[in-house]
């Protein structure tokens, strides 16, 4: 038996999170609908935008961190999208043997008829959402994932 006792907060966190797993649940589902016209899946256009959105060119590992994701899982996604011709291996002047991944021309391409089928499901999506409330549920989550990630290197390091 559990002695513990959550807090008002700690219920209210529980809540949130279990919706969150829920619609993230749904939100992969409706991804790999609206993309699969294009051969995709929200994990490989998830990837593609990574690569598109990113400041620099940068290796799987990189890319993994910034997502939040497995390296493994990553590589081989890009690995596949490389099979594919929507991505490219290019020599790293500061690793020889993370390469950066590059988005090809037709990865540009797909990525951008990913984003032209994604803005009106997106608009629709919002209706009726305000966009403080929107906003304001951002900062929860960015301050959840925050937290996390300090958890989670205070277990890798400690």
Do not use: C
């Not at 690995?79 to 090809?104: I, S």
């Amino acid at each position: 038996m559990n002695d513990a006792i959550r807090s008002p907060e700690g219920e209210a966190l529980t809540d949130l999170i279990l919706t969150v797993f829920r619609v993230n649940n749904l939100a992969l589902t409706w991804g790999d609908r609206l993309v699969a016209p294009l051969g995709l899946t929200s994990a490989r256009w998830q990837i593609l935008g990574a690569i598109a959105l990113a400041d620099r060119l940068q290796p799987v590992a990189w890319l993994a961190r910034d997502l939040g994701a497995n390296r493994q899982n990553v590589q081989r996604i890009v690995n596949d999208l490389a099979k594919e011709g929507l991505v490219e291996f290019q020599p790293n002047p500061h690793h020889r043997r993370a390469h950066l991944v590059v988005l090809t021309d037709k990865g540009q391409r797909t990525y951008d008829a990913a984003i032209r089928a994604y803005d009106p499901r997106a608009n629709a999506l919002a209706e009726g959402l305000s966009v403080q409330d929107i906003k304001t549920t951002h900062r929860v989550m960015l301050a959840l994932r925050q937290k996390l990630e300090g958890e989670n290197d205070a277990e890798k390091h400690g």
